[in-house]
């Protein structure tokens, strides 16, 4: 099985930072892409931003300048570093993962259980 444990959510005033952690644990062969995802309620989930496994980034175009995506392959764990928030920024932030479990096995998407970011003052 594969965990993902999120941490790092939290109320915070408008212009405050906020950083976010996935860690990946379990039977893990290879991990691929990691990113970050947002969900509000009675709207779609979005990308929010993504780091591959060599390091390449993209990020979301109401996000740019002001969210860092990042990872630590020796800790299986990706870090979103939320700086400059506003009240939009507020949503369930979700790391997603796309590893491999196992040689024979495809690789295959995961997701952690959510954290609330709330922006307000």
């Known amino acids: 099985q594969v965990q993902l444990a999120e941490s790092g959510g939290g109320l915070v005033q408008p212009g405050g930072s906020l950083r976010l952690s996935c860690a990946a644990s379990?039977?893990?062969?290879?991990?691929?892409?990691m990113g970050w995802y947002r969900q509000v309620p009675g709207k779609q989930r979005e990308l929010v931003a993504t780091i591959g496994s060599a390091g390449s980034t993209s990020y979301a175009d109401s996000v740019k300048g002001r969210f860092t995506i990042s990872r630590d392959n020796a800790k299986n764990t990706v870090y979103l570093q939320m700086n400059n928030l506003n009240p939009e920024d507020t949503a369930v932030y979700f790391c997603?993962?796309?590893?491999?479990?196992?040689?024979?096995?495809?690789?295959?998407?995961?997701w952690g259980q959510g954290t609330q970011v709330t922006v307000s003052s």
């Open positions: 997603n993962v796309l590893l491999r479990r196992h040689v024979w096995a495809g690789a295959g998407d995961y």
């Open positions: 379990g039977s893990i062969l290879t991990i691929y892409t």
